[in-house]
């Protein structure tokens, strides 16, 4: 009974939603989309089980006195006082700064070192070692070529070019790996609905 | 791990009760640490604290879980068997009395005199190794089977007989017993206290009984090294870190694949870095004149510019604040072509930071045109938890998914904006900004695939190849990466500029690239030819 009955919920649950896919019936409808709202309530209860979570982990080892403890303290004074701007205080603008002026120039920064990084990279990987070398330079040379604004004075067959790289060969290996992706997650359904396998009720 | 002795299921270690079946783990079979005293599983090896061999026998194996040793269960006594056995214990009690002979076992209730004194088990001594670790006696297979016959081991340690020095083990280590204090011989042993004498305890005593044993120094592994460790390591630690003594004229041969970027090399790089980002702020566009928009980002133009007054757009910011740089002016064009158009916009975002980017862009939308206001022509729902869950309850009702607007807390009846929408089918057009090709995988399977509305994707320039193929099927009317699509559209869609200069920027970064390309393939070729 104690490995039945997860496993009964689940079936039971999957197969609804399956069927609320492709059947329109009030019944199924309202009772699939009750079981979405769930889906919904939990995802939003994880995150703040995850922020329980990382309290009590950067808060134990604070109290231990480990190494790096200031940082635990700073991230756990930013994530408070974040938490009391959008709960406390939601209609007086501090998270809107705490997000305009702290969080997105933070974020942008380091994505803008990105920028030093890949051409550091680009150094070492457009050396031309083998033949696949060569057939990744000249593409990566395509593209970057038809990707700058006048790349239609340079040669009026390079924006030709990229759109055909990106229709046929990119393409085709995108297919290639969604088709496997989609074949991989209907069987992990099916073994799931079939009960084969069924990770929410570990042993 | 505790295995349960009635059924055998694994408990996790300090378990007091079954998780399968509820019963008291109390009983269960230890094994005591010599060098410790820790009480161990009895299918231990090594002491679960100190690590130290629990000393098993020679030759012997492991008990398989299936000859545990069941706990005493009493069998079930009626008053007139009682009365009997009473009887029959008196009348053993005098004859030791009048022989002066101490009765070698004391009788159960339940059990006959023949039982007591002349059974297999009973009337013989109860050895040690039977008290403390059923496992080294090498003879469980004489054990009863039956639960009924199958003596308590803590009941077995009760007969003083049993007290003292334990077993010998392989090592010739003595395994201790536990020192159990001897019973008082005026109180008769009840039948409860015969079947679990922790019974009543559970809750007063931890995992490890309070047994407390003398430490003995373990003859086992020991943490400390040894001197002849400490010599191995320093010489360990010498051959590892010091080098050998070049000989006289050796050349020291760096591998070829030691030589990367000398310093000297990055800086300069690092430096034409800095100069493509920040020439473009002095030379303001000036590519732009050369930029064409490509068909993807026309057909967009186009869709909105045949959006009637009034039309209903779902905007979705999937984005997090690591690509605002690339997607926001796009994100901004479309917002302003939209707003020039009186298109109402209902905004959302399955991350939760890009609801924080979009309420900036309609901020500053909303300043530039005072009459576009929120709640008439605008509204932000929030965030949608549930990914592929929160998306397919779009479709069924979007009151469901959002109960009240982001800013003003408001129902969305109340909102003129959303006054009018039950689904997603009441849209005329879906448009998603993503940094992520997974998103947009989740949009067009749980919502374009079910809901047949136009969809529009502006993407990272990253992800565009990822989402080609969704394109050339038809699901995505348009596909826009974000790096050159704000200015190519906001050159189609006459929208007011403020990404021509960005397209400076990507000028001078990508021949930035394709300079590196080159001169790494140069110095390659001409240090092969040096080397050749």
Redesign the interface.
């Known amino acids: 009974m104690?490995r039945f009955l997860p496993i009964a919920v689940a079936i039971i649950c999957g197969l609804w939603?399956l069927a609320d896919?492709f059947v329109s019936h009030p019944l199924i409808?309202s009772v699939?989309?009750k079981l979405?709202?769930g889906?919904?309530i939990l995802?939003?209860f994880a995150?703040f089980a995850g922020i329980l979570n990382l309290l009590g982990f950067h808060a134990r080892r604070i109290s231990k006195d480990q190494k790096d403890w200031g940082y635990r303290l700073v991230l756990m004074v930013a994530l408070g006082g974040t938490l009391i701007a959008g709960i406390v205080l939601p209609g007086s603008g501090a998270?809107?700064w705490i997000?305009?002026y702290m969080?997105?120039p933070l974020?942008?920064t380091?994505?803008?070192l990105l920028?030093?990084f890949?051409?550091?990279a680009?150094?070492?990987a457009?050396?031309?070692r083998n033949g696949e070398a060569l057939i990744m330079?000249i593409t990566?040379?395509v593209v970057?070529?038809a990707?700058?604004?006048?790349s239609?004075?340079i040669s009026p067959y390079l924006?030709l070019l990229r759109k055909w790289i990106?229709?046929v060969p990119?393409?085709a290996g995108?297919?290639g790996i969604?088709l496997g992706t989609a074949l991989g997650t209907i069987t992990t359904s099916l073994r799931i609905l079939l009960a084969v396998d069924h990770p929410y009720a570990q042993d | 791990m505790i295995v349960c002795p009635a059924c055998s299921h694994r408990n996790p270690e300090g378990a007091k009760l079954c998780e399968a079946c509820g019963r008291s783990l109390a009983n269960f079979v230890y094994r005591v640490c010599p060098s410790c005293g820790a009480l161990n599983s009895a299918q231990h090896v090594f002491c679960h604290r100190c690590f130290a061999e629990l000393a098993l026998a020679e030759g012997e194996e492991p008990i398989p879980e299936s000859t545990f040793v069941r706990p005493y269960t009493p069998p079930i006594v009626t008053l007139e068997e009682e009365v009997t056995t009473q009887a029959v214990h008196r009348e053993a009690k005098a004859q030791a009395s009048e022989t002066g002979a101490r009765p070698t076992s004391e009788a159960l209730p339940g059990q006959t005199p023949s039982e007591a004194e002349l059974g297999p088990r009973a009337a013989a001594p109860i050895s040690e190794e039977q008290a403390v670790a059923p496992s080294m006696e090498g003879e469980m297979g004489e054990m009863p089977a039956s639960t009924e016959e199958a003596l308590s081991p803590l009941e077995a340690a009760e007969s003083p007989e049993v007290l003292g020095g334990g077993p010998v083990g392989a090592a010739g280590v003595e395994t201790p017993a536990v020192q159990v204090a001897p019973p008082d011989e005026t109180q008769a042993l009840t039948p409860e206290a015969a079947a679990n004498p922790l019974e009543g305890l559970d809750d007063l005593l931890p995992f490890e009984p309070a047994v407390t044993l003398p430490h003995r120094p373990s003859q086992h592994v020991s943490a400390a090294p040894s001197t002849t460790e400490d010599y191995e390591a320093e010489l360990f630690q010498q051959v590892a870190v010091e080098r050998a003594p070049l000989q006289e004229g050796a050349q020291v041969v760096l591998p070829r694949t030691a030589q990367g970027l000398p310093q000297i090399g990055r800086t300069i790089l690092y430096i034409l870095v800095l100069l493509a980002g920040v020439l473009p702020l002095f030379t303001w566009g000036q590519m732009s004149s050369f930029v064409q928009p490509r068909e993807s980002v026309l057909a967009l133009v186009r869709t909105i510019e045949e959006l009637p007054s009034g039309a209903e757009v779902l905007l979705s910011f999937d984005y997090s604040p690591t690509y605002a740089g690339e997607l926001d002016p796009l994100a901004l064009a479309v917002v302003r072509h939209l707003a020039r158009r009186s298109v109402r916009m209902v905004v959302m975002s399955t991350k939760p930071e890009g609801i924080g980017l979009a309420e900036a862009i309609y901020r500053t939308i909303t300043e530039e045109s005072p009459d576009y206001r929120y709640g008439e022509h605008y509204v932000l729902l929030g965030y949608l938890p549930g990914q592929e869950a929160g998306l397919r309850s779009l479709n069924t009702a979007l009151g469901d998914a959002f109960k009240i607007d982001y800013l003003q807390k408001r129902p969305l009846g109340e909102l003129s904006a959303t006054s009018g929408l039950a689904t997603l089918k009441d849209f005329d057009q879906i448009i998603v900004l993503s940094d992520d090709s997974l998103t947009v995988q989740r949009w067009v399977e749980q919502v374009q695939a079910q809901s047949d509305i136009p969809f529009h994707a502006l993407v990272t320039s990253a992800v565009e190849p990822l989402l080609v193929p969704y394109q050339r099927s038809g699901q995505l009317l348009s596909l826009i990466p974000a790096a050159s699509g704000a200015v190519e559209y906001e050159l189609a869609g006459s929208v007011k500029p403020s990404a021509l200069f960005r397209s400076d920027a990507y000028a001078a970064f990508f021949v930035l690239l394709l300079v590196v390309a080159l001169v790494t393939n140069a110095l390659y070729a001409r240090r092969g030819k040096r080397g050749s």
Do not use: C, H, K
């Open positions: 104690r939603v896919f409808d699939g989309a979405l709202e889906v919904m995802a939003a995150l998270l809107s997000f305009g969080y997105y974020q942008s380091m994505a803008a920028a030093f890949v051409v550091s680009a150094y070492r457009f050396r031309l330079l990566s040379l970057l070529l990707q700058l604004p006048f239609n004075r924006p990106l229709d990119v393409t995108t297919r969604i």
